[in-house]
Every structure is written in C-alpha cells, then in structure tokens.
C-alpha cells in the first residue's frame, strides 16, 4: 500500500461544488501532481438540483467511491478548502480548528454568498473523514501584501477600522499561480517580473503582481467591486445605492440582489455567458454588443491603471474562462495600446490552445499571455505543504 500523498481538493461556489482529487507524490515547484479525478455539482439549492453543499458533497463522495477512490482510502492525506473571505486574521493557509471554523463563520458577512458554502464544505467533510487535517485555503491571502495606499478606502479611518472595511481581494489562489506560471512561461524568476493578471470568469478581478508580491486589485471589501462580470455590476457610484433606497425604495437585501445577480453582462443584456453574448453580436444584436462594449471598457480602464500603478510591466496574462477562451475580449481589451507598449499577434490570440501561450508580437514590449488558471492545483499544494507532506529532521 501506497503513502498517504493524495489531497482532496473542495471548491464551493454559491451555487456549485467543484472538488478534485490529486496525488501529490510526485509533486515539484514545476509539476509533477497527478490529477486522479475531477467533477462538479452544479444547481445547488436550485428546482432539479441537489438540496444543499452538505448533498453535493456526499454525492461528490459517492461518484468518487464509485471509481475506486472513496474517502475512506488511507491513500488520503488531507482535504484542502477555497475558503473566500480571509479576512484580517487569515492571511496564510490554516489548518482548520473549531477556532479557525468560528473564524471563518465569523466573516460571513463579509462573503455571504460564498463562506457559507465554504463552512457547509468543511463541516461534512469533517463529519465523513474526523481524523484527517483540514486546510482551509484563502482567496484573500495573496492580496494580504496591498500596500496601505491601495488596501485603504478614502473613508473615516475610525469607522474603516472598527468594521473591517477595506480592500481585501479575491482570486488569490489564481492570482498566485497565474503570475508565477507567467514568469515561467517568459523563462524568468518572478522575483524579477512585474505582471497584470486578469482573471476573467464568472466572478472576475484583476491584479498588479510586482516580483511576485500583489500590489494591487480590484476586488474590495467584498467580491463586488471592480471588473464587469457575468452577474455583478463591479464599479459604481456609491451613491446609487442610496438613490436606489430613497427613490425607488428598494431595501438593502433587495439591491445586494440586484447589484450580485442581476447586474454584469446579465443585466446589461440578459445573458451572462461570454459565449452567447458572442453569438447575439454576430448577428447584430444591439444590447450583446453594448454588453460586450461596457465589459471591455472597464478592462481597459485597470489594464491602464495597473499599468501606471506598476510602472514598468513585463507581461499582463489572461486567465479563466472568459480569459482563457474568449480572443474577441483579448483584442478588444488591449487593441491600440501601443503607448503603453503593448502589441497584439491576432493570429496568435486566434488560435484556441490548452497550454500556456503568448499571443504578443515579437516586438511587443509588454509579453501578452494566455495561462489556464488551477486553483484546485494551488490549494492543493499549499495543503499538502502545511498538512500532509513529509516532515524535515
Ligand atoms: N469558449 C468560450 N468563449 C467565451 N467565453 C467562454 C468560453 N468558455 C467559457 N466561457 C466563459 O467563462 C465563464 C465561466 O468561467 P469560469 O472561469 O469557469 O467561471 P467560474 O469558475 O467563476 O465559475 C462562462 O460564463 C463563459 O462566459
Ligand atoms: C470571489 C469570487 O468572485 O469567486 P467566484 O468567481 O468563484 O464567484
Ligand atoms: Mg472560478
């Protein structure tokens, strides 16, 4: 029988369970990690779908015992979280204690569509597998560096401080591995390569990666601010919440619904998915193309940003599934930037690939890439590291 090396990796979103299992006995800096197996559950809470995250993941457990890798398997060594919201006390990978889970429970208002799915998560999987570590692993914790010029909002630094209101960041985990495989990908050491990562999926953010160290983001206080994304609106005037409230009465849960689910590309044309919004535009469809426009707009906007926040840029790497699939975004976003250095290869961003690419020209100062993000991969090697590996001495 073999060591215990493989690590179960959960990804709860508000309404989706991805999880992966993977064997980290081979695993390096560079590689090496076996993926054993992957799925998903979808439609959680939803007509049709499973009840709760409890229910997804046992039938998670279920479809992994029927491939001969159960959770009972002494193979397993740990069982690593995306846990979103970190907050000021979480800024590394932990090791999940009835204190660390209060912790985290105690930052649900901070994340209420996503660290209750965490808790769920981490609650029945410590009811299925009592003896093994847990490791919650923050989408905090890489922005935990933003220096105070760019963590702070210009507000009441007594009110800021008494309610945690400032910018924490999300995303990290892919933030981490996306600036550290561009680096890779350029053949240089990421202490010396100064990055824009757009991670561009359903929620999307970006960031400033200097020498590996994030500098800045767009994601605040919550997973609300920043880029336009499938349902969120991202950057608005403040003040239309309180227009909302005073004239059309709408209540505070009724615009956090409004400006979460039914903002983004949904509210700007009624889909939310990059692909179909690609179809409507070719065939003239008015509302997709503006849609399309205002997503694209507000990219530019922090490519421009964080291109002037880090003065010198080496690369800006796109990532997740609009990132990773979309070329239309790709050249719209950074068509015409030659000023800040930045020049297209349009056959390049064509063509569709799996792996690690540029889509720059040769001459392109700033190197464009194309990077797959793995957040499952990168918690997995943060909990393996903190939990499972073996020790030195
Ligand atoms: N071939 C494609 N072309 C354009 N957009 C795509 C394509 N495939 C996926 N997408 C976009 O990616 C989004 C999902 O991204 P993903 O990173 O999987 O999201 P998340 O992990 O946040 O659920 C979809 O909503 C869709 O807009
Ligand atoms: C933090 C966040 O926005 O996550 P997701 O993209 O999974 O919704
Ligand atoms: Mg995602």
Request: hydrophobic share 45%.
């Amino acid at each position: 029988m073999g060591a215990a090396t493989w690590v179960l990796v959960l990804n709860s979103g508000s309404s989706s369970l991805k999880y992966q299992l993977i064997d980290m006995a081979g695993a390096d800096a560079d590689g090496g990690a076996e993926r054993l197996a992957s799925g998903i559950v979808e439609r959680i809470g939803e007509p049709g779908g499973v009840a709760d995250h409890g229910e997804a993941l046992r039938r998670a457990a279920g479809e992994l015992k029927e491939q001969g890798l159960g959770l009972d398997s002494p193979r397993l060594a740990a069982v690593g979280h995306r846990v979103v919201h970190g907050g000021t006390r979480f800024t590394e990978p932990t090791l999940i204690t009835d204190d660390v889970l209060a912790g985290i429970e105690d930052l649900v208002p901070l994340a209420p569509l996503h660290n209750p799915a965490n808790i769920t998560g981490i609650k029945v999987a410590r009811e299925l597998r009592p003896d093994l570590p847990q490791v919650a692993v923050f989408d905090t914790a890489f922005h935990a560096t933003l220096p105070e010029a760019a963590a702070r909002y210009a507000i009441d630094t007594a009110t800021a401080d008494r309610y945690g209101i400032r910018r924490y960041g999300f995303h990290g985990t892919s933030h981490a591995y996306v600036s550290r495989a561009t680096a890779k990908l350029l053949g240089r050491d990421p202490a010396d390569v100064n990055v824009i990562v757009l991670h561009l999926g359903n929620g999307a953010s970006a960031s400033a990666v200097r020498g590996g160290v994030c500098v800045d983001t767009s994601m605040g206080l919550t997973p609300l601010e920043g880029l336009v994304m499938g349902t969120r609106s991202g950057d608005l005037d403040p003040a239309v919440v309180f227009h909302l409230e005073r004239v059309a009465g709408m209540s505070t849960d009724d615009i956090d619904r409004l400006l979460n689910k039914r903002s983004g590309l949904l509210g700007l044309c009624g889909d939310n998915d990059m692909r179909e919004i690609g179809r409507r535009m070719a065939e003239g469809d008015k509302a997709a193309q503006l849609a399309f426009d205002v997503y694209v707009h507000r990219l530019r906007r922090y490519v421009g940003a964080f291109s002037a926040v880090l003065g010198r840029v080496d690369a800006i790497t796109f990532t997740a599934g609009v990132g990773e699939n979309s070329a239309a975004v790709r050249g719209a976003a950074l068509a015409g930037l030659h000023n800040l250095g930045v020049t297209m290869d349009p056959v390049r961003n064509a063509v569709r690939g799996h792996a690690p690419r540029l889509v720059s020209a040769d001459d392109s100062r700033v190197a464009v890439a194309v990077v797959p993000t793995d957040e499952e991969l990168e918690i997995a090697r943060d909990t393996y590291a903190l939990a499972a590996a073996p020790q030195d001495g």
